[in-house]
C-alpha cells in the first residue's frame, strides 16, 4: 500500500532559481492538495485539484507559484524566481472522491530552503 | 481571509495529566477535522465532526462540535508520551489552525 509520495524530499536553491516539486497522490484519489507549512504554523493551503482541473486557487498564492495535473494523476508545484521567503515544507495531500470521514492522506512533504 | 483560531498555542503536561486544545471560527463551519502531526513528521488525519453538538471518542480522545458549529475542542484524557505532537483543526481541509503543540514530561 504505497501512501501520497512527494518528491525531492529536500530541495536548496539560490534566490532567483525555479523549483519544481512532484507529488504521487495514492492511487485512484481524485482529489489533490498542496499546502505551505512554515515553522510554527499549520498548513497553509495553496491550491487543489479533482482530476486534471484545478478548481481552486489560494488568493495568497503569488503568480510566481504554478500547478499542475495533466493527466489527473501526479501533480507538479512549480515556484519561479524563489525568495528567502518561500523557504517552507511544501505538503501535497489527497483523498478520494467520495469520501464520507473528510480524510486527507498526506505526503513525507518537500522541504524548500532558499538561500 | 476567514481564520480558524486555535488555542493554546503551546501546552506542557506531566503524563498522565489531561490536555484539552481549542478551536474558535468567526464563522459557521460545515464541518471540522482532526489532525496529528508528530515532530519532524506529516499530519495525520484524526476524525471529521460534522453535527450541530457531535461528540465523538477514540479510546483517551474525544472531540466536540460546538452547537453552532464555530468552535470544537479536542481533549486527551491521562496524557501518554505517545500523545505528543502538535494538534490541528481544519475547516473544510482548508483552513488549518495554527495548531497546539502537546508535549508530555514522563
Known amino acids: 500500500d504505497t501512501g501520497v509520495s512527494q518528491d525531492p524530499r529536500h530541495k536548496i536553491t539560490k534566490r532567483g532559481q525555479n523549483v519544481t516539486f512532484r507529488c504521487d497522490p495514492i492511487s485512484e484519489h481524485n482529489r489533490l492538495y498542496w499546502y505551505r507549512q512554515t515553522l510554527g504554523q499549520g498548513p497553509e493551503f495553496l491550491t487543489y485539484?479533482?482530476?486534471?482541473?484545478?478548481?481552486?486557487k489560494s488568493r495568497l498564492l503569488s503568480d510566481r507559484f504554478s500547478a499542475e495535473r495533466p493527466k489527473g494523476s501526479f501533480s507538479t508545484l512549480e515556484i519561479q524566481r524563489t525568495e528567502q521567503g518561500d523557504s517552507a515544507m511544501y505538503l501535497c495531500a489527497s483523498s478520494p472522491d467520495r469520501v464520507r470521514t473528510g480524510e486527507l492522506f498526506f505526503g513525507e512533504g518537500s522541504r524548500l530552503t532558499v538561500l | 481571509g476567514q481564520q480558524v483560531m486555535q488555542i493554546p498555542q503551546y501546552q506542557h503536561v506531566q503524563e498522565g495529566e489531561d490536555f484539552t486544545t481549542y478551536c474558535n471560527s468567526s464563522t459557521t463551519l460545515s464541518n471540522i477535522q482532526w489532525y496529528k502531526q508528530r515532530p519532524g513528521g506529516h499530519p495525520v488525519f484524526l476524525i471529521q465532526l460534522v453535527k450541530s453538538g457531535e461528540v465523538k471518542k477514540q479510546k483517551r480522545l474525544t472531540f466536540q462540535f460546538g452547537e453552532a458549529k464555530k468552535n470544537s475542542s479536542l481533549h486527551i484524557t491521562a496524557t501518554q508520551t505517545t500523545d505528543v505532537g502538535t494538534y490541528f483543526c481544519?475547516?473544510?481541509?482548508?483552513?488549518f489552525g495554527a495548531g497546539t503543540r502537546l508535549t508530555v514530561k514522563p
Open positions: 485539484f479533482q482530476n486534471e482541473a484545478q478548481l481552486e
Open positions: 481544519a475547516a473544510s481541509r482548508m483552513r
